[in-house]
């Protein structure tokens, strides 16, 4: 493991899309194009923009600003309600016009891109160059509406502080021997992996600023952060490479998948909120089969709107939306299963032990998650194999679903729901297509 920095050179371009999911949607519909446009999961007030544009932006309208807020602050703002298949299908026309350039080595997110330089490529004319075609590549092949902002530098952790730089269409190179200075009118929370929690605890300990962090020595940083993740950042921040080089360390196996939706206002009954629980069921269950796990246990979680007078009355909390909630969960194992009809029994039953009362007749939010995932070839059958056909039933529902669509064949639970909770893009998950439809 080498932690010397490299010559002047760039080893990576970070390739971050900017405005996505609005500049999407100002790709697909060109009135939208010069207007403040935002992204919202619901055509609800009380919700929040996912996305904004940058003409949106100008407003003071960003990822997270409460919906009726966001009018008031640009009364002629253009709402739309989010197409995450088309934000899928649109990250992937662009991974491929990247490709047309510099293979694509990672995609941290639906919205990034991480490309690795070789040889000469490495060199800061070649590099830029490159970086440059990249940007007429997507602007050629996918739309014109489509902008990004590429950050050159010595390892992974410094290209997306570089991305970040200077938005939207951006390029900006980080070479060793302008580091560390080159990073030092940063704030603390413009590097990757420091949130608001983390930059309290930085100040908690005295550094506020980032000439203060970049003043420590490696002994230092390593104290600061408790862990070696401290020793990493004292070479990232100089230009040196750690062996991860700033990427995400994930496991071998994964452990989990699920979904969860906040409701719109007509689906806010524990009726319209069963419902919905069965869709994101029937969504998970079927995403679990076609990525060959087997699962052992299930939570479910619901949040609940409450009234003024309950929000003082008892603890609560606020949900990003600004709705005050209060909230139920439970976790329920059973033998590996991975036929929907089997995991509805076990969703059924937590249903029924949910909280009654006042303060919990008002679902706005369901989430379901399947844990302790199993690989198949490691699954062992049960003894007396698979009483009532399930496995076979799960696998002609999905033989239907996958090739007219996932809501073809459904159990009747989820009839009120079947075209809500559409497909939700985290920006760090990246939707997968299952025959007509991406999940």
């Known amino acids: 493991m080498s932690f010397a920095p490299n010559p002047d050179r760039f080893r990576f371009l970070h390739i971050d899309l900017n405005s996505f999911f609005a500049s999407v949607e100002q790709q697909l519909h060109p009135e939208y194009r010069g207007k403040p446009v935002a992204v919202v999961p619901t055509m609800a007030d009380t919700t929040c923009c ?32 989010g197409d995450h298949t088309e934000y899928a299908k649109y990250s992937k026309a662009i991974n491929d016009a990247v490709d047309l350039v510099c293979p694509v080595a990672h995609n941290p997110s639906i919205d990034e891109m991480c490309c690795e330089l070789i040889g000469r490529e490495q060199e800061p004319p070649r590099a830029r160059r490159i970086a440059l075609d990249i940007k007429q590549s997507i602007y050629k092949n996918v739309g014109e509406a489509l902008r990004c902002s590429i950050g050159m530098a010595p390892n992974r952790y410094l290209a997306k502080i570089a991305s970040d730089m200077q938005k939207p269409d951006g390029l900006i190179g980080l070479l060793p021997s302008q580091l560390p200075r080159a990073v030092a009118h940063l704030d603390l929370r413009d590097l990757p992996g420091v949130g608001a929690r983390t930059e309290a605890r930085l100040h908690a300990k005295g550094i506020t600023t980032m000439e203060q962090l970049l003043a420590l020595d490696r002994t230092g940083m390593h104290t600061l952060w408790n862990s070696v993740w401290g020793d990493r950042m004292y070479h990232w921040l100089r230009g040196g490479v750690t062996g991860d080089d700033g990427a995400t360390v994930t496991g071998d196996v994964q452990k989990s998948l699920g979904h969860s939706h906040v409701m719109a206002p007509e689906f806010r009954t524990d009726e319209g909120a069963w419902a919905i ?9 079927m995403r679990l089969r076609m990525e060959k796990f087997y699962t052992g246990s299930m939570s479910i979680v619901i949040r609940y ?135």
């Open 277 to 285: 629980a069965n869709k994101l069921l029937h969504k998970a269950a």
């Open 50 to 81: 996912i996305a904004a544009s940058y003409e949106a932006k100008a407003f003071n309208v960003k990822t997270g600003t409460q919906v009726g807020e966001a009018k008031k602050m640009c009364p002629g703002i253009i709402l739309v309600e």
């Open 305 to 439: 709107q409450l009234t003024r007078e309950q929000a003082e009355r008892m603890k609560s909390k606020r949900h990003f939306s600004g709705i005050k909630q209060s909230g139920w969960g439970m976790e329920a194992r059973f033998r590996q299963c991975q036929d929907t009809l089997t995991l509805l029994e076990a969703m059924r039953g937590m249903w029924q032990r949910r909280p009654q009362g006042e303060e919990f007749r008002r679902p706005f939010f369901v989430g379901v998650t399947l844990r302790d995932l199993v690989p198949e070839n490691e699954h062992q059958e049960e003894l007396f194999g698979d009483s009532g056909n399930r496995t076979q039933l799960s696998a002609t529902m999905d033989k239907l679903n996958l090739k007219y669509g996932h809501t073809t064949l459904h159990f009747g639970s989820m009839l009120p729901a079947r075209e809500s909770a559409p497909t939700r893009i985290a920006f760090t998950q990246i939707p997968v297509q299952y025959g007509v439809d991406y999940m």
